[in-house]
């Protein structure tokens, strides 16, 4: 059993910063690319960041110069540093992680999402 747990969300004012953590836990041999992922009210699931298990990264317009991921292989956690938030940045956010657990090969696991909640 896999599981990924987001955390890390929760209201601050624009112009403010946070730090969003995804950790996986479980029967895990290795991760292979993990995105980050939001949702706000009314619009589709967007994805905000990506990082491969070789460390490259990807980013939306949107994210560029204002995100950073990075993840910690050791502790199986990536996260998502935000600054200069905007209240457009407002979501409930989502990591995704293509996970190879014992007896399973790769597949994709989804956590439950922790909310973003910037002020104007």
């Known amino acids: 059993q896999v599981q990924l747990v987001e955390s890390g969300g929760g209201l601050v004012q624009a112009g403010g910063s946070l730090r969003l953590s995804c950790a996986a836990s479980?029967?895990?041999?290795?991760?292979?690319?993990v995105g980050w992922y939001r949702q706000a009210p009314g619009k589709q699931r967007e994805l905000v960041s990506e990082?491969?298990?070789?460390?490259?990264?990807n980013y939306a317009d949107s994210a560029k110069g204002r995100f950073t991921i990075s993840r910690d292989n050791a502790k199986n956690t990536v996260y998502l540093q935000m600054s200069s938030l905007k209240f457009e940045d407002t979501a409930v956010y989502y990591c995704?992680?293509?996970?190879?657990?014992?007896?399973?090969?790769?597949?994709?696991?989804w956590g439950q999402g922790t909310q973003v909640t910037v002020s104007s």
């Open positions: 479980g029967n895990i041999v290795s991760i292979n690319d």
């Open positions: 995704k992680a293509r996970i190879n657990a014992r007896g399973i090969w790769f597949r994709d696991y």
């Open positions: 990082i491969t298990s070789g460390g490259s990264t």
